[in-house]
């Protein structure tokens, strides 16, 4: 298998697809768009609770998105953990054959389809703890403990053979540099970091995201690198910063801009609406080649990005 992997990544299928069209079109929410399906999701497993009751809501999403013009089907592994799936009397061998069902759904999704590429998704460590610290990053862990958190999970996701892994919402540097740590010992794939931001030049630890980038910069197996689950209007500010740190693609996929009440389990709306699809010209002149869209982002979100960045090319 290690072999296998090892043949995968010889080819970057970012690299292609930005070469062919100019730019990759992400997906949207997973989580908050299977809610708007009439999924009860108040949970800490959120989406991958799915995994274990209704996996076919799971590919009937990730085939919407992919209908809509996105080029990835992300799995629905950002809170599935095997701590949180102990949780539910999962042993570890059942926890990782449910990361490989994850996976075999999201590849089913494209095979429906008939394209698109498989996106192994990770959850920071906040993530797992349900409780909004993906957006605090206040966990103190050190570096090696969270490389023990993150290293089977990973393992894993990677023998399952997608084609990239995606480390997503990352709220601090040493979560960071864990997670490049790690890339180092297991079998190559091709993988994005990103972060989320609490303002137009910070992580939401509080440290500098271009430092945060240039950790990632400086992984040959980091193909991409950006920011997600923040809101859309420090998007600008945070590529102009991450432009001096890297040349590598930058990954943009906001939120819609609502805030995360974790103590009440509610979005509280935003002040002032932002709508991604008006940015996204923007986005792009700035450096942005990977662009989608998190939390209470729709297909219909996708589908308006992908008319923009189509028109963009004629």
């Known amino acids: 298998m290690a072999c296998e992997t090892n043949i995968r990544v010889m080819h970057n299928p970012i690299e292609r697809l930005i070469s062919e069209k100019g730019y990759v079109l992400l997906d949207g929410a997973l989580a908050t768009e299977l809610e708007r399906h009439g999924a009860d999701l108040d949970d800490p497993l959120w989406s991958a609770k799915l995994l274990l009751e209704a996996p076919e809501a799971i590919q009937a999403v990730n085939v919407d998105y992919l209908q809509a013009g996105a080029d990835i089907a992300t799995t629905a592994t950002y809170q599935a953990t095997y701590e949180g799936l102990a949780g539910r009397g999962l042993d570890e061998d059942d926890a990782s054959q449910l990361l490989r069902v994850a996976v075999d759904i999201a590849r089913q999704a494209c095979d429906q389809h008939g394209r698109g590429l498989v996106v192994a998704s990770i959850g920071c460590y906040g993530a797992f703890l349900h409780d909004g610290s993906e957006y605090r990053g206040d966990y103190g862990l050190s570096r090696h403990a969270l490389m023990d958190f993150h290293r089977k999970r990973l393992q894993i996701l990677i023998e399952a053979a997608p084609d990239l892994v995606a480390f997503e919402t990352i709220p601090c ?142």
């Open 173 to 314: 540097l040493v979560e960071a540099e864990a997670i490049v740590a790690l890339l180092d010992e297991v079998p190559r794939l091709p993988a994005w970091i990103s972060f989320s931001c609490r303002n137009g030049s910070e992580v939401s630890h509080g440290e500098s995201f271009a430092d945060c980038v240039s950790i990632a910069d400086a992984s040959p197996h980091v193909v991409a690198v950006g920011v997600n689950c923040t809101p859309p209007q420090h998007v600008s500010s945070l590529l102009r910063y991450a432009a001096g740190r890297t040349r590598k693609p930058l990954a943009v996929y906001p939120n819609s801009g609502e805030g995360w009440d974790a103590a009440g389990h509610r979005w509280i709306p935003a002040e002032e609406e932002c709508l991604l699809v008006d940015h996204v010209e923007e986005w792009f002149a700035l450096g942005a080649r990977l662009l989608g869209g998190c939390c209470r982002t729709t297909p219909e979100t996708i589908r308006a990005m992908n008319a923009r960045l189509t028109a963009r090319g004629r």
